[in-house]
């Protein structure tokens, strides 16, 4: 018994020890805790060029399904400090030297004048995402589009693609589980899901990495290559839609193409539009002159949900335009248009651009024709800043500004506006948005329950 009463009497006493030496936490029910404040340093950021453009069958046309770069795309940018100058004869990346710099980016250019593909392609180098809409795509007889897509990740990435016609969703085998293995270039036929189809809109989606993605359209006829472009993803879906840079020229010579040969229709200018999934869409288009001095058209039109549809945008004089629609659904919408000189036409596609305030850098082709279309859709009239240049845009108008060729710039802008490059070589023709390339810095809470 007296054992017993000692090793209690112990144990009581080490329980009052521990008492006075550790501190019981507090617990309650029904009380929020406050987040703990972590700061997150943004990513390093990284652009994607797609290089030269891709043929079938290598530079011989022999090798059919084998889709080869040919050529050399010239690379050209600004990274914090530095310019950028490259080469390329394949993908290139770009790493950024500061992260949230609002003095990165590139873009990239090929005048392509080669046996199995000619015209004028240029595409803004980008950094990867997981999800893209591509507003253009024509697979009819003589035409080709080829989805790029570029992983410079250590991941690989699975893709799925969503392809809408002009009848609802096309429906196919191969859609899914499509691999893009890690630091590789995958490039899609999508006339293997769309056969034969010269109107579509697509939707990618990427598990895994994060990608570089492009659409390069191309045209021939006969035995000749009749234009070229790489077209960038289009910006979501909205009850308003701006589309700048649709810069008509040598309308004449295109009119009196098509009336010898039905093979030129489609240089006609047209206005793409997807449809929302849900409900039918009415929409109004608005054609606008820059500064007043081109008169446009207005059009009008229905797209079936989750359908897309092409529209005759008329027959334009020549001049410098963008175009502004207005639906009771949200919808998509791109617009294509050609020019020529004495050789065989090129097109371009201009995509929508979401408005925004800019403050973001852009770089210029050297050798070419650039200018900036910028339109301002609010009832506010505002300015952009154009290295130090202030330049004033009237509400709900648009202005065209030239630029100096080979030239990086500081844009900003007190509005929200949509602005896009337009770039000329010898009347060869492409449109490329103003993108801002900023990663910035950010803090985030977190709650651990």
């Not at 020019?339 to 201009?350: L, Y």
């Not at 852009?362 to 290295?387: E, H």
């Not at 801002?436 to 950010?442: G, H, L, N, T, V």
Request: one cysteine or more; a positive charge; charged letters at 15%.
């Amino acid at each position: 018994m007296f054992k017993r009463l000692l090793s209690l009497a112990l144990v009581a006493g080490v329980f009052s020890v521990l008492l006075l030496v550790v501190s019981i936490p507090k617990l309650s029910v029904g009380v929020s805790v406050n987040p703990a404040e972590i700061a997150v340093e943004p990513k390093r950021p990284q652009l994607i060029c797609p290089g030269p453009v891709f043929v079938n069958g290598g530079d011989s046309g022999l090798k059919l399904g084998n889709f080869t770069q040919a050529g050399q795309a010239q690379i050209q940018g600004r990274n914090d400090q530095a310019s950028v100058s490259i080469t390329a004869t394949g993908i290139k990346t770009i790493d950024g030297s500061l992260a949230g710099s609002k003095d990165f980016n590139a873009i990239q250019s090929q005048r392509a004048s080669l046996k199995l593909a000619a015209g004028l392609a240029v595409a803004n180098c980008e950094s990867g995402s997981n999800e893209a809409w591509f507003v253009a795509g024509d697979n009819s007889i003589g035409r080709e589009a080829l989805l790029v897509l570029v992983n410079p990740t250590k991941v690989d990435a699975t893709v799925s693609l969503q392809i809408v016609g002009t009848n609802g969703p096309i429906q196919g085998t191969g859609l899914s589980g499509i691999s893009v293995p890690a630091g590789k270039v995958t490039v899609l036929p999508l006339a293997a899901f769309a056969p034969k189809a010269s109107t579509f809109a697509l939707q990618v989606s990427s598990r895994g990495a994060a990608l570089g993605m492009w659409l390069q359209q191309k045209t021939i006829r006969g035995l000749t290559p009749g234009g070229l472009d790489y077209v960038q993803a289009s910006p979501s879906e909205s009850k308003t839609v701006e589309i700048p840079g649709l810069f008509i020229r040598s309308t004449a010579k295109l009119a009196a193409l098509a009336a010898n040969d039905q093979d030129f229709l489609d240089t006609k200018p047209i206005l793409r539009v997807v449809g929302n999934a849900k409900a039918e869409a009415t929409f109004t288009a608005q054609v606008q002159g820059a500064d007043g001095s081109s008169f446009g058209t207005v059009i009008q039109g229905t797209v079936p949900a989750g359908s897309v549809k092409d529209f005759d945008l008329g027959e334009l004089a020549d001049g410098d335009y963008v175009v502004h629609v207005e639906s009771s659904e949200p919808i998509m919408a791109s617009a294509s248009f050609s020019r020529v000189a004495s050789a065989q036409p090129d097109f371009a596609w201009a995509i929508a651009v979401t408005p925004k305030k800019l403050d973001a850098g852009f770089t210029t082709v050297s050798g070419a024709i650039s200018k900036l279309s910028v339109t301002n859709p609010s009832d506010k009239a505002g300015k952009i800043t154009l290295n130090g240049r202030i330049v004033s845009v009237p509400a709900k108008s648009n202005i065209v500004v030239t630029l100096a060729a080979g030239t990086s710039y500081q844009i900003s802008s007190n509005v929200a506006v949509s602005a896009s490059q337009v770039v000329d070589i010898s009347s060869t023709v492409a449109v490329v948005p103003v993108l801002d390339y900023r990663s910035e810095a950010s803090r985030i809470k977190v709650v651990i329950r």
